[in-house]
């Protein structure tokens, strides 16, 4: 009789040990966005396509051929008229940055996003336990960390952490960290601040593979609040579900396939390889291959197993089997890379325009902004009241090294009956527009139809800026 008591008695002794590890432990291990803040900088930073222009023009080293090439690559791009640049970029001091330049470029951000952030939510910069900055290509001394600490006053035991060199993929290492952070501790807030620092990192030489990165990465940044006290889990945005990181840094290909480096004149910048793609495809596949079963339906996953067993039975190399992704994940954040890496997440995930759109407006209207972007894509969903409370959000995001990102959000607020108060505020309205082409072809096409022979920029820059209005305007 006994023994029969003890096997009765077994299941709920265990059940009761996780109860009691969940109440102590497990329930104060989650990890909660409470709110986040883009950074929009002011109107007076905004590149346009006329600028755009007279930018081009003022460099030295370009010819025609590089003209050419920069044309159809701004046309293609996905960028529009209204995203931003650092301001000694503006002010044509590209090829002799300072390091005050940087330094401002940063503190425009900081101290207007975080400070927004933390009055948005009523919080003191001294309640912040946790602080994580990642910029990846400038690392000042003191670190960009300290600065934040010593202008809000933070308390002497705050834990810190100063990432760079993590590339476009360095928000999600951040809320990893976090993550790990918050399975140790309770109760705590952490912020998280996210940006890149474009002032000394303009190329201003003429190799195709650097000059490319210009008409692409735009000033921009981004603060998290994120929080484990479970008393706040109803006021949260978005609680994190799961989240995978896959590193091809052993890989000589995708090691060097985005690269900070000098050209052969010493020049530096920022290198994309036509290997990029390549690297960047077989990085997703391996990120998906781990973050698929954590987030999809046991039926969707037992249906591709199945389909892939049925097609190798089949010896057929076409039409192989697709998860779909679509089945445990309504919304996709896509990092803003450019309008091919936008195209080929969605060949690969299979979405449609309706997932797409939130990243190609992005990118529209920001630009990709590095390590920021993910957030303004997720601005964007906010502002057209998409995020209903229980659906999924999946983020997506590639960087130097080379790496892929991905983490799973749950909303846990009915945002969608929430009045837009982000960066998207102002222009939501004008989103998406009735077409996404730049007027780059319309001011700058002429040059198509000229003759390497004959057409050549004077050296002197006055000389220079009178040929821009003469024939770019």
Same mark, same amino acid.
């Given at each position: 009789m006994g023994f029969f008591i003890l096997i009765l008695l077994f299941p709920s002794l265990y059940l009761l040990f996780h109860f009691i590890k969940w109440a102590l432990i497990n329930r104060?291990?989650?990890?909660?966005?409470l709110s986040y803040e883009c950074f929009k900088p002011t109107d007076d930073r905004k590149v346009s396509t006329q600028f755009s222009g007279e930018i081009i023009t003022r460099n030295p080293n370009l010819g025609l051929n590089e003209f050419k090439f920069l044309l159809k690559a701004a046309i293609s791009s996905g960028i529009g008229e209204q995203t931003y640049g650092p301001r000694n970029i503006l002010m044509g001091r590209e090829e002799s940055p300072t390091l005050e330049d940087s330094l401002d470029e940063m503190d425009e951000f900081f101290q207007d996003s975080i400070q927004k952030l933390l009055s948005k939510n009523g919080i003191s910069a001294q309640e912040i336990d946790v602080l994580i900055v990642n910029v990846s290509m400038f690392a000042s001394v003191p670190s960009l960390a300290s600065r934040i600490i010593n202008h809000y006053k933070m308390r002497d035991d705050i834990k810190v952490y100063n990432l760079s060199g993590m590339g476009c993929s360095a928000s999600l290492i951040s809320i990893n960290i976090v993550q790990n952070v918050f399975r140790h501790v309770k109760d705590r807030y952490a912020l998280v601040v996210t940006s890149e620092s474009l002032s000394p990192n303009w190329y201003t030489g003429n190799d195709r593979s650097m000059i490319l990165s210009n008409?692409?990465?735009?000033?921009?940044?981004?603060? =998290?609040?994120?929080?484990?006290?479970?008393? &706040?889990r109803k006021k949260a945005m978005l609680k994190l579900k799961c989240l995978v990181r896959t590193h091809h840094g052993a890989r000589d290909e995708s090691y060097g396939c985005c690269m900070q480096t000098e050209d052969s004149l010493g020049r530096l910048g920022f290198h994309l390889s036509k290997s990029l793609p390549k690297s960047a495809a077989r990085s997703l596949v391996?990120?998906?291959?781990?973050?698929?079963?954590?987030?999809?339906?046991?039926?969707?996953? =037992?249906?591709?197993?199945?389909?892939?067993? &049925?097609?190798?039975?089949?010896g057929e190399r076409n039409n192989k089997p697709m998860i779909n992704f679509k089945t445990g994940v309504q919304h996709f954040c896509i990092h803003t890379g450019g309008k091919a890496v936008i195209d080929g997440l969605g060949e690969n995930l299979k979405l449609g325009e309706y997932e797409l759109e939130p990243a190609r407006m992005t990118l529209h209207r920001f630009g990709n902004t590095s390590a920021s972007s993910l957030w303004y894509v997720l601005g964007y969903m906010e502002a057209k009241k998409r995020l209903k409370r229980g659906e999924k959000v999946l983020m997506v995001s590639f960087g130097a090294g080379f790496k892929c990102n991905s983490c799973l959000w749950e909303v846990v607020s009915d945002l969608h009956e929430c009045e837009c108060d982000n960066v998207w505020k102002d222009c939501i309205n004008d989103y998406p527009p009735n077409s996404l082409a730049n007027p780059y072809m319309e001011k700058f096409g002429w040059i198509q139809n000229e003759d390497a022979n004959t057409f050549k920029l004077p050296e002197d820059l006055q000389e220079r800026i009178d040929f821009y209005h003469a024939n770019f305007n």
């Open positions: 104060h291990q989650g990890c909660y966005i008409c692409l990465f735009r000033s921009g940044g981004c603060a =998290i609040l994120l929080t484990n006290k479970w008393a &706040l391996d990120n998906l291959k781990e973050l698929a079963p954590k987030i999809l339906p046991a039926r969707e996953v =037992i249906r591709f197993v199945i389909a892939v067993m &049925l097609h190798k039975g089949t």
